[in-house]
């Protein structure tokens, strides 16, 4: 790697990396990362520089299912969609929460479905056997295992999903929520870590949250280490208020929509990295302005609002 200026994309889901990854810093001139969240707990190790380059959210139509609620067409049961890879961490990703929030919102209400799509479950047992009783118990909770072709989960996105929700405890960035927004589907989420770096709350349903230790040393992450804890009476809140006000968080959805594909652009994402690598290859250098400079714009106010 020598005589190259090496740049590492990383991404972390708690407030501060490993001591096994600062030991790495060493190999690089400079780390990217896709959120701010990530960059401050990057940047608590690092001695050298952390810059945010976020990812770019791909633009999509918006969902066909979408668009038949909007036309007020008859859909079916209305279905909520999560999706998680075991070894992406499943207490990480929460799921049994979002599931015990889904039950004590609507127990065993048929016109009301929740799909859990879940790969390499069976990595753990326990979490396997919880689901499988789980889902025989209540009729209106669906479970997908297994890995699948990509059509199949643009299925689920396109065809089935009239909501997505992500309870997780820490995201570095959050690509399934990202891809639900992107084609207008509303989204529950937690309010905290990656994910704040597209969610807002204007036109995002945040779910309240209390920072908690993990409490036991997991694959990526040890006991001492900090994620969030959804709180449960504002998960369930989110969730029936997601059925009784649709129509507002439709509406609200395709903000969202639009204003990432607007943040996210291709085009914008390129010009940060763009400006990024020319400041590297002018070898930091800068202009100096200051000499001589004087006060050469208006302090003064321009809008009065009519007093």
């Known amino acids: 790697m020598e005589g190259f200026y090496n740049i590492g994309y990383w991404f972390c889901e708690v407030q501060k990396i490993p001591e096994q990854w600062s030991r790495q810093l060493e190999f690089f001139d400079e ?27 791909e633009p999509r139509e918006g969902s066909d299912r979408i668009a038949a609620r909007i036309r007020g067409d008859v859909c079916g049961a209305f279905t909520f969609l999560t999706i998680f890879n075991t070894y992406s961490d499943a207490e990480r990703k929460n799921a049994l929460f979002t599931l015990r929030a889904f039950v004590e919102a ?50 689920l996105y396109e065809e089935r999903a009239d909501a997505y929700v992500s309870l997780h405890r820490a995201e570095g960035f959050g690509l399934t929520i990202s891809d639900a927004m992107s084609r207008g589907i509303p989204v529950i989420t937690t309010g905290y870590s990656g994910n704040m770096e597209f969610c807002d709350a204007a036109d995002t349903n945040l779910v309240a949250y209390e920072l908690c230790q993990v409490g036991h040393d997991r694959l990526r992450y040890r006991k001492n280490d900090v994620w969030a804890e959804p709180n449960m009476e504002s998960a369930i809140a989110a969730f029936r208020s997601m059925l009784s006000d649709y129509p507002e968080k439709l509406r609200m959805a395709q903000r969202a929509r639009d204003r990432i594909a607007r943040e996210f652009s291709m085009q914008k994402i390129s010009n940060l990295m763009l400006e990024r690598i020319q400041l590297i290859q002018s070898n930091f250098s800068y202009s100096d302005d200051l000499e001589g400079r004087r006060l050469d714009c208006e302090v003064g106010i321009f809008n009065t609002y009519g007093f």
């Open 106 to 155: 609507y127990g065993h209400n048929e016109q009301v479905k929740l799909v859990v799509k879940v790969s390499n479950l069976e990595h753990d047992p326990v979490l396997s056997e919880k689901l499988r009783d789980i889902s025989t118990e209540y009729s209106n909770i669906e479970v997908i295992e297994g890995y699948v072709e990509n059509h199949v989960i643009e299925e």
């Open 31 to 57: 780390i990217w990362t896709a959120s701010s969240f990530c960059q401050t707990a990057i940047a608590r190790s690092a001695n050298i520089p952390v810059i945010r380059i976020p990812l770019h959210i």
